[in-house]
């Protein structure tokens, strides 16, 4: 069969950048152990989250660490918290340079969870606990937001962190 030269060329090209990109991908699994970042590292009972998952609420763990407990429903974020806004959404505030931890799990169908201007954004699936942690720099309002189609409420889901001088 005649291959034509330049087509060899790009042939060779195209083997030796897949060759790179698959020893990428398998450096990275297996010698640097990265994972997916939705990968679960914890389950969960979806229809027992009231006996398994801690209560809703934010905890001060100290040295200005948080832990915040959320639970994702149709269609509210239940941060246990008693302030509310204009809507009747949770509300937690937290100091400026505040590292928080969001573990969050829902009790009825998938939802989404992102934050405002921040590196957060779990896949919030029934049976699983997802967890980031993210440092808070800059006073202000976040809102945390679905942003995985849930129903007909799905637009009005969110509740707001403020971070506070
Ligand atoms: Cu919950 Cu969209």
Same mark, same amino acid.
């Given at each position: ?9 790009? #042939? ?17 699994? #297996? ?26 609420? #934010? ?25 509310? *806004? ?21 009790? *009825? ?35 945390? #937001? ?20």
């Amino acid at each position: 069969m005649h291959v034509d030269r330049f087509e060899r060329y790009w #042939l060779i090209i195209i083997a030796a950048v897949m060759g790179a990109f698959f020893a990428a991908l398998l450096a990275g699994a #297996l010698i640097f152990g990265v994972r997916l970042p939705s990968n679960p590292t914890q389950y969960i009972n979806p229809l027992a989250v009231d006996e398994e998952f801690p209560e809703p609420g #934010l905890r001060d763990m100290g040295n200005g660490q948080y832990t915040v407990y959320i639970l994702a429903q149709m269609w509210r974020f239940d941060l246990g918290s008693d302030e509310k *806004d204009a809507d009747g959404n949770d509300v937690i505030r937290v100091p400026a340079g505040s590292q928080v931890t969001f573990s969050i799990t829902s009790r *009825d169908v998938t939802h989404g969870f992102i934050i405002e201007r921040h590196n957060a954004n779990i896949e919030v699936v029934p049976g699983h606990v997802g967890n980031v942690t993210v440092k808070f720099e800059t006073p202000g309002e976040y809102r945390m #937001l679905c942003h995985e189609y849930c129903g007909q409420g799905h637009h009005r889901m969110h509740a707001t962190i403020i971070v506070e001088e």
